[in-house]
């Protein structure tokens, strides 16, 4: 670095020294605390593939009914049928988060989109279901099943109307041994997130006090028409209390 300087009269002085220039530390990054998570920033057919992290996932239903593409995974489904996709590891005490959306507008009896959590056997399992009625209401119910006896045990009615296409975005929790803690909460895209749970229950069923597996669910009532399409993105698994 060299500096002269000028005075009144014209006389000039200069000093010189040597400056070391050294890049600025990287900005931490953060650390991923999730147990799985899934952009679907992929193309993939007959099956979703496998996650960002979390391992691959496990179609039940029509494999053709699966895909990955334009940013989502996909979940298709004709009247009366139903299709899930499941990923590998167990866990107990666990949050589950993902953007849902409804390609077609429910007819008949509705459309039903759940996130599930300590899915033990297929058969048992906790889960958070969204019913999309024909009329355009959204209801949030928390359900317990226990060898395919299905129980609901809290739900909440969104507000307004339900407009295929629009991303809802779902948090669900359950947390606890011998009596497990369950509540969600939904909010559409663009507002701002529930500062409360919007509907919570506690369960001591003995057959679901463990640990089991996260999935997504689709089933389209037997009354519908045509098929219905699921899109489900940004999917995240972290351990209960914390959050993407």
């Known amino acids: 670095v060299r500096l002269t300087v000028t005075d009144a009269a014209g006389a000039t002085g200069t000093a010189t020294r040597a400056v070391t220039v050294t890049a600025p530390p990287a900005p931490e990054q953060p650390v991923d605390t999730s147990l799985a998570r899934d952009a679907f920033g992929r193309t993939a057919t007959g099956g979703w593939g496998t996650a960002d992290r979390g391992g691959a996932w496990l179609v039940t239903g029509?494999?053709?009914?699966?895909?990955?593409?334009?940013?989502?995974?996909r979940l298709a489904a004709a009247p009366g049928a139903?299709?899930?996709?499941?990923?590998?590891?167990?866990?107990?005490?666990?949050?589950?988060?993902?953007?849902?959306?409804?390609?077609?507008?429910?007819?008949?009896?509705?459309?039903?989109?759940?996130?599930?959590?300590?899915?033990?056997?297929?058969?048992?399992?906790?889960?958070?279901q969204l019913r999309y009625s024909a009329t355009g209401s959204v209801t949030a119910t928390l359900l317990r099943?226990?060898?395919?006896?299905?129980?609901?045990?809290?739900?909440?009615?969104?507000?307004?109307?339900?407009?295929p296409g629009t991303v809802l975005t779902v948090r669900f929790e359950t947390q606890g041994a011998g009596t497990t803690a369950l509540r969600a909460k939904v909010w559409a895209a663009g507002t701002a997130e529930p500062?409360?749970?919007?509907?919570?229950?506690?369960?001591?069923?003995?057959?679901?006090?463990?640990?089991?597996?996260?999935?997504?669910?689709?089933?389209?009532?037997?009354?519908?028409?045509?098929?219905?399409?699921?899109?489900?993105?940004?999917v995240w698994v972290g351990a209960a209390g914390t959050r993407p």
């Open 62 to 73: 029509l494999l053709a009914n699966a895909t990955v593409a334009d940013g989502a995974g």
């Open 145 to 163: 099943t226990v060898s395919g006896t299905e129980t609901a045990l809290s739900s909440y009615r969104l507000a307004g109307t339900y407009t």
């Open 82 to 128: 139903g299709i899930s996709a499941q990923l590998p590891g167990t866990v107990q005490d666990v949050a589950v988060q993902a953007g849902v959306v409804l390609q077609q507008a429910p007819t008949g009896g509705g459309s039903y989109v759940s996130l599930v959590t300590r899915n033990v056997g297929g058969s048992s399992r906790y889960s958070v």
């Open 195 to 234: 500062a409360d749970w919007q509907v919570q229950a506690t369960d001591t069923s003995p057959a679901l006090q463990r640990a089991g597996t996260v999935r997504t669910d689709l089933y389209h009532s037997a009354n519908s028409t045509g098929t219905q399409v699921l899109r489900v993105d940004d």
